[in-house]
């Protein structure tokens, strides 16, 4: 029996998307070979003025023992969501001689 509904959760599906340019992560990983991790680039894209996460939170007794001798109704365990929204930063190092 289902209890849970697509109201129940937040989706972006116009947001979201994964991942980065190719040249760009290739290009990272070449600096990041080149410094020897000493300084390390992390791509990241994000569309928009906002940083979203949605997630599903931990769900109480979600693993149980189970006693195979019982043949009773089990009752389900109705999922939630989270969501982290934060506001994207631009920054930037530099120049320094």
Aim: aromatic fraction near 8%; charged fraction near 20%.
């Amino acid at each position: 029996m289902a209890i849970g509904k697509e109201s129940d959760f937040v989706i972006y599906n116009s947001q979201f998307w994964g991942g980065v340019v190719e040249t760009l992560q290739q290009n990272t990983e070449a600096f990041n070979a080149a410094s020897q991790n000493a300084i390390r680039l992390v791509t990241r894209s994000i569309l928009g003025d906002f940083e979203r996460e949605s997630f599903l939170k931990s769900t109480a007794s979600l693993i149980s023992r189970r006693d195979v001798t019982i043949t009773t109704a089990v009752t389900d365990n109705k999922l939630a969501a989270g969501e982290l929204v934060g506001v994207k930063i631009n920054r930037r190092i530099g120049p320094v001689s």
